[in-house]
């Protein structure tokens, strides 16, 4: 089992109920392919750098999962194939990623 991470963005037309609806929809495809949960981030709608289908902003979305490595490319199959996705990310982690990404969900805890 790989640490990975992956950011997306979806379109920042979708209502609260749709965008739950999609964070949950890979949220349990991961789980269906044998990914454990790490965290789940909702970072919310952000501006973008640059227009994406002309659009200037998404909501933001970070998934950290342990999983095995055959799991990544089923996932990113299924985010090319929604057109609520714009954009996404996988990174597999090292461990000073991990530690790094432990780091910063204790200081957003203590944010909250």
């Known amino acids: 089992m790989n640490n990975y991470e992956t ?3 979806l379109n920042p037309v979708l209502s609260d ?3 739950k609806e999609t ?4 949220e ?4 269906s392919k044998g ?3 790490v965290a789940k981030e909702d970072w919310g709608l952000r501006k973008l750098a640059y227009p ?3 659009k200037k902003s998404g909501f933001y979305h970070l998934f950290e999962f342990q999983a095995p490595g055959e799991a990544i490319e089923p996932l990113e199959l299924e985010f090319r194939r ?6 996404y990310l996988t990174v597999k982690l090292d461990k ?12 957003n805890k203590e944010k909250a």
Not at 28 to 31: A, E, G, P, T
Not at 96 to 107: D, G, L, M, S, Y
């Open 28 to 31: 349990d495809f991961l789980v």
């Open 7 to 9: 950011v997306f963005i």
């Open 23 to 26: 964070v949950k929809k890979y």
């Open 82 to 87: 929604d057109e609520r996705m714009m954009r």
């Open 96 to 107: 000073h990623a991990i530690a790094w990404a432990e780091k910063r969900r204790k200081r």
């Open 52 to 54: 994406i289908q002309h």
């Open 17 to 19: 109920e749709q965008i």
């Open 35 to 37: 990914a454990e949960m």
